[in-house]
C-alpha cells in the first residue's frame, strides 16, 4: 500500500526537522533553506512504516510569504499532517493553513504536537487540546501525537498513527484517467526532462502517451521512464510519488502547475462555473465568525490555487454563492474538483466546487441571473456538501440543450435524469417539447401558403426547430466539429409523431395525406374519364376548365394519382402496361401510325407515351428511328 500525505502548519513549528526523523531524509534541499532554516520550497521525503506501507511526505512551506507554494503542496495530498509546536501553540500560520486544508476538502489527517522537549507536560496538553479544537471547529476530528524529533519521544506513536491514518484513507482508483499535476521540474544529464508530482489516482507505465497541459499550447508527450522513492518502475499506481521523465519535452516547458493527463479524458477549459463560499481562518467552511463571512465576495481579479498551479483568474459573481472563473491557461477539469481563490491583498480565501466546465457564454439581458438560479438549484447547499452527480448532469443538459455522451463522460458526469436519448446525444426535455411544437407552427405554416406542397424538406425542419448555435454543424454556422454526429434529423425524427407528423422519402408531412386538398375532385374527374378511355388524355384547356394547372398537376404526379408525361400529358398510373399488352399484339416491328390506331388515341399522346415505354426500356426503335419493336 502506499500513501501521500503533506504537512501543514504555523512557520518554525518543526515541520522539515520532523521529516527528517521520521524518513532519515532532509526535505530542505536548497542552500538557502539550510542557512536560513526556512522552508522555502516543497520538500519531499519517503518511509516505510511498520505495516509494511509506502508513505511520501510533501513538506510545505510554513510562513506566509510562501503560502503560493503551501497549497500547490497540499492541492494534490489526499491527506495532511498538521503540526503544532508544544511550546509556541496555535498561531496565525495554523489558521490560515487550517482555512486552505479545509477549502481543498482534505478531511483525513493526524495532528503532531511537536518539540514536546521545549514545554511541560501541562503546556504539551494545553496545545493539543487547543489544536484539536481548531480542527474540530473546521470539521477535520483527527487523533493527535505528541513527539520530539530532538529526542525521538513520540515517534514510535507516530509512526503507529500513520499506518492507522493510512489505513483509514480510501483506496485510490489504478484505473483512473491519470491527471499528474507537476510540482518540479530539472534536467538530468543522458536523460533529459525530468517532472514530479503526486499521482492520486490512475496508472502510469513507460510508453504512456500524455498531454502535457503547461503555459503553453498543450502538446502530446511520451513517458520514457518513471521513478519512485529513488527506484526505476516500470509501472507507477496510486497514491506515488513520482518522477517523470519526459521525451522530446525541454525543461523550460514544464513548469510547476502544469499538468500530465490521460488524452481526451479531461474537459479542457480555461472557463469554469463555481460554487464560492469564503473561508474563515479560525473556523469551518463557511463560518460566520466574523459578521460579513457569507456575504463577502472575492475580488474581480484573484489567483485561482487547484492542485500545483497558482493562475490570476477573472471572477464574475453569478448570485450570491457562485460565479464563473475564467483562467489564462487551459486546464483539465471534472465537475465537482475542489480549489481555491486568494485574494493576495486581504489574504482571503474562497473555498471553490466546480460545477460546469466551458458554460456558454452569458450575451442575453438577464443570462447572468437565470445561471445563478440554475447554479443554484443544482448545488443549492455549499460547497463542503456532496455533489449529486446526476443533478450536475442534468445542469449541463438543461443549460446546453443537448449534450454527447464521452463530453458527460470527460467531465466526470452520469447519464442525466431529465433528458432524453436522442441519436447520440442527450436531449433536455424542454428542448424536445419546444422543437416539437416548433416543428408543427412550421408545418402548418408551410401548408396554409403551399397546400399542395409535399411536406417540407428534412434540411428546412431542421431549420425550423431553431437550435442553438453550438448545436449546429460548423458548415451551417454553428460550432459543432466535423466528426460530432449532427442532432438536426435525428431530433426532427423524434418530436415529428408527437406534433402529428410523419417523415417519408426525406420530407416532413401529414401521415397518409394526398396531398391533393381542392385539387381532390378535379383529379377525380380525370381519373374517371380514364378509367374508361384509358389514352384520351384531356386537352389542356379542359385541365385548365378543371382547376388543375401546374402545381396541382405536379402534386396530382407526386402523389402517384396520375402519370404525367411530356406536355402535360396525363394518363393513369397503370397506361404504359395496358399500352403494352397492346403493342406486344401487333405485327413487329410496328411503326407510330400502328401503334396510335392500336391504342385508339392521337398523335399528341402517342408520341410521348411511346417515348416514355423507350426510356423504360419496354420498346426499342429500329432503322432510322421510325418503327419499333417490344423487347
Do not use: Y
Amino acid at each position: 500500500m502506499k500513501r501521500v500525505f503533506a504537512t501543514a502548519g504555523h512557520v518554525d513549528h518543526g515541520k522539515s526537522t520532523l521529516v527528517r526523523a521520521l524518513t532519515g531524509r532532509d526535505p530542505d534541499r536548497l542552500a538557502e533553506e539550510k542557512a536560513r532554516r526556512l522552508t522555502i520550497e516543497l520538500g519531499f521525503a519517503w518511509t516505510r512504516l511498520p505495516s509494511g506501507a509506502d508513505v511520501a511526505i510533501v513538506d510545505v512551506p510554513g510562513h506566509q510569504r510562501f503560502v503560493g507554494t503551501t497549497l500547490s503542496g497540499l492541492g494534490p495530498a489526499p491527506a495532511v499532517v498538521f503540526v503544532v509546536a508544544a511550546d509556541q501553540g496555535w498561531q496565525q500560520q495554523s489558521s490560515e493553513h487550517l482555512a486552505a486544508v479545509r477549502a481543498l476538502g482534505i478531511s483525513e489527517g493526524l495532528l503532531v504536537v511537536t518539540r514536546t522537549d521545549l514545554a511541560d507536560d501541562s503546556r504539551r496538553e494545553a496545545t493539543r487540546d487547543a489544536a484539536q479544537s481548531h480542527l474540530a471547529a473546521a470539521g477535520l476530528d483527527v487523533p493527535a501525537v505528541a513527539v520530539s524529533a530532538i529526542t525521538g519521544d513520540g515517534m514510535d506513536a507516530l509512526r503507529t498513527a500513520l499506518d492507522e491514518l493510512a489505513a483509514r484513507l480510501p483506496a485510490p482508483d489504478p484505473d483512473a484517467p491519470v491527471r499528474l499535476w507537476c510540482d518540479r521540474s530539472f534536467t538530468v544529464p543522458g536523460a533529459g526532462t525530468v517532472t514530479t508530482g503526486t499521482l492520486g489516482a490512475g496508472t502510469l507505465r513507460t510508453g504512456d502517451h500524455l498531454s502535457l497541459l503547461a503555459a503553453a499550447n498543450p502538446q502530446d508527450v511520451v513517458v520514457r521512464g518513471l521513478q519512485s522513492e529513488d527506484v526505476p518502475r516500470d509501472v507507477v499506481q496510486p497514491v506515488s510519488r513520482v518522477a517523470v521523465n519526459l521525451r522530446r519535452v525541454g525543461a523550460d516547458d514544464v513548469v510547476r502547475g502544469s499538468v500530465l493527463v490521460s488524452p481526451g479524458r479531461f474537459a479542457l477549459a480555461e472557463v469554469v462555473d463555481v460554487r464560492l463560499e469564503p473561508v474563515e481562518f479560525d473556523g469551518p467552511v463557511g463560518s460566520a465568525t466574523e459578521g460579513h463571512a457569507q456575504t463577502a465576495k472575492p475580488p474581480e481579479q484573484a489567483v485561482l490555487h487547484v492542485g500545483t498551479a497558482a493562475l490570476p483568474s477573472r471572477v464574475r459573481p453569478l448570485g450570491v454563492a457562485h460565479a464563473r472563473v475564467t483562467t489564462n491557461r487551459t486546464l483539465p477539469w471534472r465537475v465537482g474538483d475542489r480549489a481555491i481563490l486568494r485574494d493576495p491583498a486581504s489574504r482571503r480565501l474562497w473555498a471553490l466546487r466546480v460545477l460546469d466546465v466551458d458554460p456558454l457564454p452569458l450575451h442575453r439581458r438577464g443570462a447572468a441571473a437565470r445561471r445563478a438560479s440554475a447554479l443554484e438549484d443544482a448545488l443549492p447547499e455549499g460547497v463542503s456538501s456532496g455533489v449529486d452527480i446526476a443533478s450536475l448532469a442534468d445542469l449541463r443538459v438543461r443549460s446546453r440543450g443537448a449534450e454527447l455522451p464521452p463530453t458527460l463522460s470527460r467531465l466526470g458526469l452520469a447519464d442525466p435524469t431529465s433528458a432524453v436519448r436522442i441519436g447520440q446525444w442527450w436531449v433536455d426535455e424542454q428542448l424536445v417539447d419546444q422543437c416539437a411544437t416548433r416543428l408543427g407552427e412550421q408545418f402548418r405554416d408551410h401548408h396554409r401558403a403551399r397546400p399542395l406542397s409535399h411536406g417540407i424538406p428534412l434540411a428546412e425542419a431542421v431549420r425550423a426547430l431553431e437550435l442553438p448555435d453550438h448545436l449546429r454543424p460548423t458548415h451551417a454556422g454553428g460550432s459543432l466539429a466535423a466528426d460530432v454526429p449532427a442532432l438536426g434529423p435525428d431530433l426532427v425524427k423524434h418530436v415529428a409523431p408527437s406534433a402529428g407528423l410523419a417523415i417519408e422519402e426525406g420530407r416532413v408531412q401529414l401521415p397518409g395525406e394526398s396531398g391533393l386538398g381542392v385539387a381532390e375532385a378535379a383529379v377525380a374527374v380525370v381519373e374517371e374519364r380514364l378509367s374508361s378511355n384509358p389514352f384520351a388524355a384531356p386537352e389542356r384547356d379542359e385541365l385548365r376548365a378543371l382547376g388543375l394547372g401546374p402545381v396541382e398537376i405536379a402534386a396530382a404526379a407526386r402523389t402517384g394519382r396520375l402519370l404525367r408525361l411530356a406536355d402535360d400529358i396525363l394518363l393513369l398510373p397503370d397506361a404504359p402496361a395496358r399500352a403494352m399488352r397492346e403493342l406486344a399484339a401487333l405485327e413487329q416491328p410496328f411503326t407510330l401510325s400502328a401503334a396510335r390506331q392500336a391504342l385508339g388515341t392521337t398523335r399528341r399522346v402517342a408520341v410521348p407515351l411511346l417515348e416514355h415505354l423507350d426510356a423504360r426500356g419496354w420498346t426499342r426503335r429500329l432503322d432510322g428511328q421510325l418503327r419499333r419493336v417490344v423487347r
